[in-house]
């Protein structure tokens, strides 16, 4: 039942705390709004508890991290796991520096993720140790392939047993797992990789589906995965001649904020494994 | 006379320092470059003063403030007091947490604003020590009706009163006061609202007309709100069934840049009170 | 031969290093996803050696410099010299501020810059210690005009002797040279000013040339210098009365995204110097 998860989305609102990259933070804000929620963004270790406790999620993204924003991580991590709150991870980059492997890895000691979602480098990364990451996108010899598909599968749930998180992978075909259940999700189109943050955008928005579905999380998690894609699809089919991936850009948001539940559901394209 | 105050910015394109969040930042810079003012962002004490000292006018917005940035806000602002520049407060998420309340109280104490600018929940926490801020978004309980109007308009002449700033209040009802005369302004559109950032983008506007019109702050705050959401009217009634937010949010700013002196003059809806 | 200059960013796919503003950062990271490069932000001393080193070219852009990313940009700089990356920098309000023109000046001593890019009084306060510029924006004082384009160009030529650097001058005129050669650009429209961060965007989308054309980089530069001009062209060709900056901005990286080759090649108009 996607559709609920949407549904509650809409009608509950969530405000979702955001410490996120400079470089997508706009496009995850609008994003927030387009699905039905509400975004702040707060990353100041002075405030960044006190923002979250006002919050439904947290969502943690460390694209452009530094020595001042990260303490303010774990400070509102450990915060909204006291209180209860969903905290999603996105792991940008993980793989690409020390820092970015060592924080990611430390932030999941430390605090307790309702989801933790990326590229397959950087979740490999984080449960491989395996740091073959080029840059922030996924490297061609990580991709999932029809081939690849099982033991992708089989490694998500292994990651999500040992985390206790919902493990969301990104790419032609999206994994959402638990250590039990996946969720391969045949949603999206390809050129959504040419436009900067898809991936930092749905991250934002899960944080929205899981605040609004607590109980929920796989479900919510692959609901948002089926959002993303759907949407690509019907930004695609929106384009024209002219338009390239600034439009493609706007375009995604639109349909975010025009999907009904019902596309959702009739739309979404997944099969259990 | 709303048309004179467009018409200045035109002529005499101010040039605006903007101390504000990474999140509508952009969206500030081309709105400013849309109404025909000039954007420049300076957020470092080792800079701030100088740069605002080239300057016409000084946007301080507190959306994402850290313990970096502050400091310039209050020495960017203390230069452009000495050199007679109007300054222009947003105090975003004021009453979200205690390092934004205090931080915009600390700054009203130490530097003169032509015009704070805010939804109702922030000025309220300012005015009343009332912190009862959703996030980013004014809370249900505070949003102005029919009923609340007149107390609303009071309220921000009192504030005006006693800040001997222009007050103005975003919302469905729109209010700029000083503390003798209040514009009640019903231009705009509920769906504003589902765009980040159309308050900093009003803001930064503010600044260029208050730049432009010197010894008119309510006049030029007034304009550049009825501006905002008669464009926002104009963008809502280009958009398609599948725009969304994204699109409308460009729309505006596309409003803004092709409105003219007379289209303002005719297309502000407002009353004094 | 400036199609080559594109078809091999677009079959080499360069990996290129920002540590730039975060005004204009998505449009900078967009603009390299439509050219056919990649983009990666990181901007913290902790990892912008390493970040650097799986990179393929590092743009610098000092257009919201702090106290924490500054000595990023020696140390990422430093190592990309040591790897031979092309390294170029964006001078933004360089003669704005102290901290500006000493930290372009420093970059220029202790790193060396495949290209400098800017706009001519940046250029001028950096060769000349001439401070005259207006906010990020040229002087209009300082302006090209048909008169003076032969004492620009003497003036690239000579910035580029004394720096070993490509000089990029973006104006009504671009001028692209090294110490003996000159491209004087005719593209582009000046509609192109009224959008933040074209400048920002044309320094990211040359790294990318630069990085994929390493040994031509006069070539290379001007040809990416021309792509920005032309679909400025193309996408002001497209516009709508009812657009304005916003869109335009839009436009222009769409038309990037479609640019073939052959159409760049036909499309630029320049002569040497």
Redo the contacts between chains.
């Keep these: 039942m996607l559709s609920e998860m949407l549904e509650n989305v809409r009608v509950r609102r969530p405000?979702i705390h955001n410490i996120t990259?400079?470089?997508?933070?706009?496009?995850c804000?609008?994003i927030l709004?387009?699905c039905g929620g509400?975004?702040?963004?707060?990353?100041?270790?002075?405030?960044a508890e006190?923002?979250t406790s006002?919050?439904d999620g947290l969502n943690i993204n460390i694209?452009?991290?530094?020595?001042?924003t990260i303490p303010s991580m774990f400070a509102a991590g450990k915060r909204a796991n006291e209180l209860g709150h969903p905290v999603i991870l996105d792991p940008v980059?993980a793989g690409?520096?020390?820092?970015?492997t060592e924080t990611a890895l430390r932030l999941i000691e430390e605090v307790k993720f309702a989801v933790i979602r990326g590229n397959i480098s950087e979740i490999k990364a984080l449960a491989l140790g395996n740091a073959s990451a080029?840059?922030?996108?996924a490297d061609d010899e990580d991709k999932i392939t029809a081939d690849s598909l099982d033991s992708a599968v089989a490694f998500a749930k292994d990651f999500a047993a040992r985390t206790g998180s919902v493990i969301v992978i990104s790419g032609a075909v999206d994994i959402a797992a638990d250590s039990r259940r996946a969720y391969c999700i045949r949603n999206g189109h390809e050129d959504m990789s040419?436009?900067?943050?898809t991936g930092c955008q749905l991250s934002a928005m899960t944080a929205a589906y899981i605040a609004a579905n607590q109980g929920n999380e796989l479900e919510a998690a692959a609901a948002a995965a089926c959002a993303m894609g759907l949407c690509g699809e019907i930004a695609k089919r929106?384009m024209t001649?002219?338009?390239?991936?600034?439009?493609y850009?706007?375009?995604?948001?639109?349909?975010?904020?025009?999907l009904t539940p019902d596309e959702l559901e009739r739309g979404a394209k997944y099969e259990m494994r």
Tied chains: 1, 2, 3.
């Design positions: 405000l990259n400079y470089v997508t933070v706009n496009d804000a609008n709004l387009a509400s975004p702040i963004m707060a990353d100041d270790a002075d405030e006190e923002i006002i919050c694209g452009t991290l530094n020595s001042r980059g690409a520096s020390k820092l970015r080029k840059g922030v996108d040419r436009i900067t943050g929106r001649a002219q338009d390239g991936n600034s439009s850009r706007g375009y995604i948001i639109d349909a975010i904020y025009n």
